[in-house]
């Protein structure tokens, strides 16, 4: 059973940075798609950012580019989502996500495997 535990969020003034990871576990397949996804208060879920295991290829949002940068690190089995530059409009649950391949644009709908979410809060 695949199971995604994120980790890492808090609270930051705005231009700070926070460093989320994302812990998978029970995922069979050598390659497969992580993604980071978020939902602000009032507002529909939006994916962040995605990267395909095994292969590297990575996909951002437009709003996030240049600030954000997702990766894998092996060793640990973990998604990370660098988030720099934070602005207060970065505020929202942020999750991770997985699926068996990756497409673009990042969609909520191609990712059936969900983990519980890890708060971040940005003030101005």
């Known amino acids: 059973q695949v199971q995604l535990v994120e980790s890492g969020g808090g609270s930051v003034q705005a231009g700070g940075s926070l460093r989320l990871s994302c812990a998978a576990s029970?995922?069979?397949?050598?390659?497969?798609?992580v993604g980071w996804f978020r939902q602000a208060p009032g507002k529909e879920r939006e994916g962040v950012a995605q990267?395909?295991?095994?292969?590297?290829?990575?996909y951002y949002a437009d709003s996030v580019k240049g600030r954000f940068t997702i990766s894998q690190d092996n060793a640990k089995n973990t998604v990370n989502l660098q988030m720099n530059s934070l602005k207060p409009e970065d505020t929202a649950m942020y999750y991770c996500?997985?699926?068996?391949?990756?497409?673009?644009?990042?969609?909520?709908?191609?990712?059936?495997?969900w983990g519980q979410g890890t708060q971040v809060t940005v003030s101005s």
């Open positions: 990267i395909a295991i095994g292969g590297g290829s990575t």
């Open positions: 996500a997985a699926a068996l391949w990756c497409t673009t644009p990042i969609a909520t709908t191609s990712f059936p495997y």
């Open positions: 029970g995922y069979t397949y050598r390659s497969y798609c």
